[in-house]
């Protein structure tokens, strides 16, 4: 899925990452992508989601402001009721 975040364009994908819950390249690489590994479900999978966006926005924000931020910001979503729809698998 392509994502404008920060007035810049990112491939967001749902993949296997081996030692992270995802990541993000750095803003001046062409064809940029953020990673969520597709093994997280729920208010984790949020959370990341987040955290990874933040970086996306805003490269130079600490990583202490950014784990803390997404934190919050997925905790309130998740008591507002936000839910990823399921997907349908063949």
Known sequence: MRVRIGGKYW????????ENRGDVDAPTLRNKE????ENLEGEEELEVVIHELLHSADWYKDEEWVERTACEISHILWRLGWRKPPTEKN
């Open 11 to 18: 491939n967001l994908r749902f993949t296997f990452l081996k």
């Open 34 to 37: 953020i990673r969520i590994s």
